[in-house]
Antibody, heavy 118, light 108 residues
């Protein structure tokens, strides 16, 4: 059974850092693109970042230069290092798997809440 | 960046009604358009991928169409369990993705 379990969310002050993790199981982790999508309370979905099977990374304009995405194949884990956090980064962060063709998300985690506030 | 615009932002319809949601891309995305359904407190789930392909396990009352810049999600006969917010997403640009702003569907 495919599972994605996010962790690492919490309360952080503006300007602070946080590292989110996504533990994957039930599939060959190295064979799929992986993404982070966030959702502020009461708002829509926002694509944040993605990493390809070759380790290529992509970021939305709103987080580029502040967030760093990586994957550790030996641990079947995805990491999102978030630095210089702002109030606008407050959201539930979802980890999502790209399907075999890479064109849509076929599995999502349950999400982890990040709150940036003083 | 490719922008995705959905309309309407919300709608209210009766059980059994035909419901249509539209999504427009700021440039041609061929058929690289997906539709997701999100219920309150839950992660989204894919309904339609590649503009018109129904994901396994999704009821056949859901259908998608379109190519280029204009796309449609149709629920042929609205059911109470379809109350949710629906999002379109483009997957045209390598791994960069964009979502529409969402359409909230309620029962009248």
């Amino acid at each position: 059974e495919v599972q994605l379990v996010e962790s690492g969310g919490g309360l952080v002050q503006p300007g602070g850092s946080l590292r989110l993790s996504c533990a994957a199981s039930g599939f060959t982790f190295s064979s799929h693109d992986m993404h982070w999508v966030r959702q502020a309370t009461g708002k829509g979905l926002e694509w944040v970042s993605a990493i390809g099977t070759a380790g290529d990374t992509y970021y939305s304009g709103s987080v580029k230069g502040r967030f760093t995405l990586s994957r550790e194949k030996a641990k079947n884990s995805l990491y999102l290092q978030m630095d210089s956090l702002r109030a606008g980064d407050t959201a539930v962060y979802y980890c999502a798997r790209g399907n075999s063709s890479g064109y849509y998300y076929d599995y999502w985690g349950q999400g982890t809440l990040v709150t940036v506030s003083s | 960046d490719i922008q995705m615009t959905q309309s309407p932002s919300s709608l209210s319809a009766s059980v059994g009604d035909r419901v249509t949601i539209t999504c427009r891309a700021s440039q041609s995305i061929s058929s690289y358009l997906n539709w997701y359904q999100q219920k309150p407190g839950k992660a989204p789930k894919v309904l339609i991928y590649g503009s018109s392909s129904l994901q396994s396990g999704v009821p056949s009352r859901f259908s998608g169409s379109g190519s280029g810049t204009d796309f449609t999600l149709t629920i042929s006969s609205l059911q109470r369990e379809d109350v949710a917010t629906y999002y379109c997403q483009q997957s045209y640009t390598n791994l960069r993705r964009t979502f529409g702003q969402g359409t909230k569907v309620e029962i009248k």
